[in-house]
């Protein structure tokens, strides 16, 4: 039978130090075109997994499978190029143009001009970029036109899998909401498996399929939000889920 799960975490641990865990021997599957995100107080190891799904952290212990393909038999730049990657503001060039931090790994990959032209044309019309703004610099922009810019240049290769890391926080709440609703309909459109960390509950229910709840490098529970709001796990979570 064919397995769906397009990131599959097998009771991984990462620390730093000796006898501090940052991440607490997790399991997590993560099954293909679900869009799954990653909650949980400060430095409960939230960014911490996420950065392991596509090495740009180590671990310690366990084992990660992503597209099937452990992590550690990838070529580590290979595999992050075949992972679309957003963080927070400020993640664009400044030095370059939205057009050219769009097509940077395209470019960077070896896809011909003709290639370039034609993904930058796509990604312009999804965002809703006009020309001007393609060869405006990240500066000259709104947050919301530089967050956009940021999700287009993750999924300029056309990923299967786009991580993303508090894409949002430092953008106001209408500006925010707007760009939650876009993220849901892109998701939907795309199929493309999402993974969010975020600190905002109200987020993280109203876009996980799934939303895996942290705390202390454990997650203490990995269910559809609902479920969670219905059945919490235990008195953290649901002390957690009501502040």
């Not at 996420?50 to 212990?61: S, Y």
């Not at 393609?134 to 290769?157: C, T, V």
């Amino acid at each position: 039978m064919m397995n769906d799960n397009m990131i599959n975490i097998q009771n991984v641990s990462k620390s730093y130090r000796a006898n501090d865990l940052v991440i607490d021997h997790v399991s997590l599957k993560i099954e293909k075109g679900e869009f799954v995100t990653i909650i949980g107080p400060s430095g409960c190891g939230k960014t911490t997994l996420l950065r392991i799904m596509n090495r740009m952290t180590g671990f310690n212990a366990g084992k990660v499978l992503v597209m099937g393909r452990d992590v550690l038999s990838w070529d580590p730049i290979q595999l992050r190029r075949s992972i679309g990657y957003m963080i927070q503001q400020g993640s664009l060039f400044p030095h370059l143009t939205i057009k050219q931090n769009i097509e940077f790994v395209l470019r960077i990959s070896g896809k011909s001009e003709e290639v370039c032209k034609e993904r930058i044309r796509q990604l312009s019309a999804m965002m809703g970029f006009d020309n001007r703004q393609l060869h405006a610099y990240p500066s000259s922009l709104s947050g919301g036109q530089q967050q956009r810019a940021g999700i287009a240049r993750a999924l300029a290769m056309e990923p299967e899998i786009v991580l993303m890391d508090e894409p949002f926080s430092a953008l106001d709440n209408i500006t925010r909401r707007k760009l939650q609703k876009e993220i849901r309909s892109m998701h939907q459109e795309l199929g493309v498996t999402f993974v969010m960390v975020t600190h905002d509950l109200q987020e993280a229910f109203a876009l996980g399929e799934r939303a895996a709840i942290m705390n202390k490098g454990k997650i203490v529970q990995y269910d559809t939000p609902g479920r969670i709001q219905d059945h919490p796990e235990n008195d953290w979570v649901r002390t957690f889920i009501s502040i």
